[in-house]
């Protein structure tokens, strides 16, 4: 688990196809990895990655082609700047809110504009994730903690204050862009629960209007 807080700025050393997957070799700028272990989680981009060696100044990771396919990572090349967490322990300050590091698709950069000291940006969400964005709920773009601001269909707004740009790669976003998103655990989780018994029946694919209408969730 992870909270959203991102510790260092590191970057893409090199990318070596292993196997028909990816091996990944991430340098970790001014992350502490003295208290890192082979097999520890560290988010890159809000991506959990284990580590599987560790020479020093960062740290190697198999990428398999689930994680390629369903994040941003496909886009990365040798010098690409990521975003560091490691994970939490007992003793962490939960900064953010709780994340998982498990990305749940992939969103892109709209707009951009100067919000007195701090920027508006306009993230496009894939269709079936808006259903998970709230006003004023959380979210992770490319394993940042964020607050949503306002949402408009699939679309969401965000205010990003100076020290956020700073200690984040979102400094070099532009309209475009490909970013990782991680929705909120708690409406993942809060779906699950209301589908109740039917959550164990293979058609049961998500949430639906009339499913919440006939238990009595929404007027019919």
Same mark, same amino acid.
């Given at each position: /688990? ?9 970057? !893409?050393?090199?990318?070596? %196809? ?7 070799? =991430? ?21 959990c990655l284990t580590a599987v060696e560790l020479p020093g100044d960062g740290f190697w990771a198999d990428v398999s082609r689930e994680t390629l396919a369903r994040t941003a990572f496909i886009d990365f090349k040798a010098g690409s700047k990521v975003n ?6 007992? +003793?962490? #300050? ?7 590091? &498990?990305?749940?698709? =992939?969103?892109?950069?709209?707009? /951009?504009?100067?919000?007195? #000291?701090?920027?508006?940006? +306009?993230? #496009?969400? %894939?269709?079936?994730? @808006?259903?998970? !964005?709230? &006003? ?25 204050? %100076?020290?956020?740009?700073?200690? +984040? !790669? /979102? ?9 990782? $998103? ?10 699950? $629960? ?7 029946? %293979? @058609?049961?694919?998500? /949430? +639906? ?12």
């Amino acid at each position: /688990m992870f909270t959203g807080i991102i510790e260092a700025i590191g970057s !893409i050393r090199a990318l070596t %196809p292993k196997g028909g997957d990816v091996r990944v070799y =991430v340098e970790t700028g001014k992350l502490d990895l003295g208290d890192v272990k082979l097999g520890d989680s560290i988010a890159v981009n809000g991506v959990c990655l284990t580590a599987v060696e560790l020479p020093g100044d960062g740290f190697w990771a198999d990428v398999s082609r689930e994680t390629l396919a369903r994040t941003a990572f496909i886009d990365f090349k040798a010098g690409s700047k990521v975003n560091l967490e490691k994970a939490l322990t007992p +003793t962490s #300050r939960l900064g953010g809110h709780l994340v998982s590091g &498990h990305i749940d698709g =992939v969103g892109e950069i709209v707009s /951009m504009a100067e919000n007195a #000291r701090a920027w508006q940006f +306009t993230i #496009r969400a %894939p269709r079936e994730l @808006a259903k998970y !964005i709230a &006003h004023k709920g959380s979210i992770t773009v490319d394993g940042t903690s964020l607050t949503v601001n306002s949402v408009n269909g699939a679309e969401f707004e965000l205010t990003i204050v %100076p020290h956020t740009l700073a200690e +984040t !790669i /979102m400094v070099d976003y532009r309209p475009g862009k490909q970013v990782n $998103l991680e929705v909120d655990l708690l409406a993942r989780y809060l779906e699950r $629960l209301l589908l109740g018994d039917k959550a164990a029946e %293979p @058609a049961a694919s998500g /949430m +639906t209007a009339s499913f919440l209408a006939e238990h009595g969730y929404l007027n019919k």
